[in-house]
């Protein structure tokens, strides 16, 4: 099985430097169709046997325009939960919460957002976990994911086997790019990463 990941595409509020999160959301940019369409060009020329999206409009707005196959939505693709930060601006966030900011983007071991209602670090890859096993059990060769930045590095990198204090240590995924999995013996292996087109 090979798992095809992409990053919904870029708006208003990631342009705006705003946190999203998964109650927050924004129309995606003039320029984002044009850089969906060259995703969906390049994955054109691969049968998928499932097409699953976040819930978050920006998200399935991405997966519908990627792909003629019926799209599915699942909660566990959902963008992490920051709480109370939601819809904030990042350069505010930083300045009310140093810390967790900082382990949020470079140090997800040492991230706790309790203070402002985030959603853990395990909470997140549990949501992975269980949507790989799902898979894994199905008869499906190639699967494409609709996903978000932070939820989305952090559990396909978990699901490639990286500990948590590893899962952020290349960056964050960038808008319509392509990450692929390959499922091996023991479990994933990373083939491509946060690839632009």
Do not use: C
């Amino acid at each position: 099985m090979k798992i095809y990941f992409v990053r919904h595409g870029r708006t208003e509020w990631n342009l705006a430097r705003r946190l999203q999160g998964q109650k927050g959301d924004s129309p995606l940019l003039p320029e984002s169709y044009e850089a969906i369409a060259r995703v969906r060009k390049h994955l054109s020329v691969i049968k998928f046997d499932q097409v699953l999206s976040s819930p978050q409009p920006r998200a399935l707005t991405t997966a519908h325009l990627l792909t003629d196959a019926p799209v599915s939505s699942d909660q566990r693709l959902s963008e992490w939960n920051f709480g109370e930060l939601e819809g904030w601006y990042i350069q505010d966030a930083i300045a009310k919460y140093p810390k967790a900011m900082h382990d949020s983007r470079f140090q997800l071991d040492q991230f706790d957002g309790s203070a402002f209602g985030a959603e853990s670090v395990a909470s997140v890859l549990r949501r992975f976990d269980s949507l790989a096993e799902e898979l894994l059990q199905s008869d499906a060769e190639n699967v494409l994911l609709v996903g978000h930045g932070a939820s989305g590095t952090a559990g396909m990198r978990h699901l490639a086997g990286y500990s948590i204090s590893e899962l952020r240590a290349v960056g964050g995924l960038a808008n319509n790019t392509i990450t692929v999995l390959e499922n091996v013996a023991d479990g994933f292996e990373l083939k491509v990463w946060d690839e632009k087109l």
